[in-house]
């Protein structure tokens, strides 16, 4: 199963950009990267995945770099709510494709 | 928030008894997956089911069983409980392999003293 290494945490600034960064240099060719984010006790919430190419939703954006053993989480202009824990997970590509979550990054916004 | 519910939210229960957790969805997905989150070590993964009557173990299935005898409602048990099963317990569910997320319940906390 392919490992993840994330800081185990970080600061940001209220409105800026918070870049999460992740390593993954055991990466299969067909494993999916997935950011989740658990804020306090509650379950962990789906964020964003990519295969190969960059991604972007309402949430989030995902920069994947072109060998795959690496990739960022931007959230663009950070607010309060968004200082949880994120986890960024690589998806075991087999019959039973499971989720292994690591210890992932603490972050914390501040005003 | 995906149709997952989990019951129930709260338990508490003595060494030595029976407990089982159930996972309900409403979104027909084929994949369910049952968690535990403790301090220290994340999220780690008990079992999981990849359709009705198909389960397999996951990294920490000593202890816990589960049933799936339809595909809405998932179900963990802990035959004998015991205070190292104390722990928050987080039933995930998901449409297909690969590129489809996991989505996750709200957790049960559960206590064994």
């Known amino acids: 199963d392919a490992k993840t290494t994330q800081p185990p945490s970080m600061d940001c600034a209220e409105g800026r950009a918070a870049n999460l960064p992740c390593n993954h240099s055991?990466?299969?060719?067909?494993?999916?990267v997935y950011w989740y984010r658990q804020i306090h006790s509650q379950g962990p919430q789906y964020i964003i995945h990519?295969?190969?190419n960059n991604e972007t939703n309402e949430m989030a954006s995902l920069i994947i770099t072109e060998d795959r053993k690496s990739s960022t989480l931007i959230l663009p202009h950070a607010t309060l709510r968004d200082t949880a824990v994120y986890y960024c997970?690589?998806?075991?590509?087999?019959?039973?494709?499971?989720?292994?979550f690591g210890t992932g990054t603490r972050l914390q916004v501040f005003p | 928030d995906a149709g997952i519910t989990q019951s129930p939210r709260h338990k508490v229960t003595e060494t030595g008894t029976p407990v089982t957790l159930r996972c309900h969805q409403t979104?027909?997905?084929?994949?369910m997956y049952w968690y535990r989150q403790d301090p220290g070590h994340g999220l780690r993964l008990i079992h999981y089911?990849?359709?009705?009557?198909?389960?397999d173990k996951g990294e920490v299935s000593d202890g816990y069983s589960v049933s799936r005898s339809k595909t809405e409602d998932f179900l963990l048990t802990l035959e004998s409980a015991t205070s190292s099963q104390t722990s928050v317990y987080f039933c995930?569910?998901?449409?297909?392999?690969?590129?489809?997320?996991?989505?996750f319940g709200n957790g049960t906390r559960l206590t064994v003293t």
């Open positions: 995930a569910i998901s449409a297909e392999t690969g590129n489809s997320p996991l989505h």
């Open positions: 055991t990466i299969s060719g067909n494993e999916y």
């Open positions: 990519g295969l190969k």
């Open positions: 997970i690589v998806r075991v590509s087999d019959n039973t494709d499971k989720l292994i």
């Open positions: 979104e027909n997905h084929r994949y």
């Open positions: 089911s990849y359709g009705v009557k198909d389960t």
